[in-house]
């Protein structure tokens, strides 16, 4: 199994982001996807899941800004992150909901 995620980097209050996660050696399109984020010193926190079926969930705190989607053919996972802020900085994971796999992440810094 790998996960790779993409699309991190520095971005000021209120402007978006869109990360990537391209999955590997595992039937994708089987498998619920969730994107975690933590910051350093605390926890790791569930920002949002899309079930293999289509259903989604998501983080109290990024409801209505964040978008998570699937592309089954191409095994990828995205998160499409608006109105960032400071709040929203963190490293971003992705992984299979309820297995033990996870990326190497990506920094999200939001600041002015």
């Known amino acids: 199994v790998q996960l790779v995620e993409s699309g991190g980097g520095l971005v000021q209050p209120g402007e978006s982001l869109r990360l990537s996660c391209a999955a590997s050696g595992f039937p994708f399109s089987s498998y619920p996807m969730t994107w975690g984020r933590q910051v350093p010193g605390k926890g790791l926190e569930s920002v949002a899941t899309?079930?293999?079926?289509?259903?989604?969930e998501y983080g109290d705190a990024v409801k209505g800004r964040f978008t998570i989607s699937r592309d089954n053919a191409k095994s990828m996972v995205y998160l499409q992150m608006n109105n960032l802020t400071a709040e929203d900085t963190a490293r971003y994971y992705c992984?299979?909901?309820?297995?033990?796999?996870w990326g190497k992440g990506t920094m999200v810094t939001v600041s002015s």
């Open positions: 992984a299979i909901r309820g297995q033990n796999y």
């Open positions: 899309i079930y293999a079926g289509g259903t989604i």
